[in-house]
């Protein structure tokens, strides 16, 4: 079997019978996941998931499309805001680009604001993969604070009505991985709890 290591995909074995007994606790907690708001799979342990690879550039596209329209908004200004305080500048996904097993595109997608006679601001989807994936689990503010940029979370704070955060018809599979991964964060940021990431 090929997983994915800190080095890229490692060929390691494993066996069933291994994998079913480490599994095995689970399923005294899983009577926990019926009713619970997180589990947005609905499914045992639903509130968990994964995003596979490689990253397609339709994905990256539906990332920026989800970046507030006026960068003057309260939603804009905590962006703008976070990319500088963080340098979240992309670089490290940058850098792994050119893997094909990793991301479809070797260039990221890019968003501009601005005009002709005001300064114009680029984000990039490397840098909010940079701050969604690149720091390790997110805490609860953080959580929060990504799924704001998204849309996933309304100005209150409170889970935002929105269809689009949902999978429509014309979605790939990483679309709808990240679109469950942003719900599970905005969930997450409401309920101060923090989202795992293993990548």
């Known amino acids: 079997m090929v997983v994915m290591g ?3 995909p490692e060929e390691t074995e494993m066996r069933i019978a291994d994998l079913l007994l480490e599994a095995a606790p689970l399923e005294q907690l899983a009577h926990h996941c019926s009713g619970c708001p997180a589990n947005i799979r609905s ?3 639903g509130c968990g998931g994964a995003i596979h690879y490689p990253i397609s550039a339709q994905a990256e ?3 920026l499309s989800r970046l507030p329209s006026d960068l003057n908004s309260p939603r804009g200004f ?4 976070a990319i500088a305080d963080f340098n979240f500048d992309g670089l490290v996904i940058d850098a792994v680009r050119n893997r094909q097993d990793l991301y479809e595109s070797s260039k ?3 968003r501009k604001w601005g005009s002709f ?3 114009k601001t680029r984000i990039t989807s490397s840098q909010i993969l940079h701050m969604a994936f690149c720091v390790g689990s997110l805490q609860a503010q953080h959580a929060k604070l990504v799924a704001y940029f998204l849309g996933f979370l309304d100005d209150d704070f409170s889970i935002a009505s929105d269809s689009a955060n949902l999978p429509q018809p014309g979605d790939d599979d990483r679309t709808i991985e990240l679109k469950s991964f942003f719900a599970v964060a905005s969930l997450a940021g409401v309920n101060e709890a923090s989202v795992f990431i293993d990548a």
């Open 78 to 81: 905590l962006l703008k805001q």
């Open 6 to 8: 800190p080095d890229g």
């Open 61 to 63: 596209r539906w990332l």
């Open 43 to 45: 499914v045992d342990f």
């Open 108 to 110: 990221p997608e890019e």
């Open 117 to 119: 006679f005001f300064k």
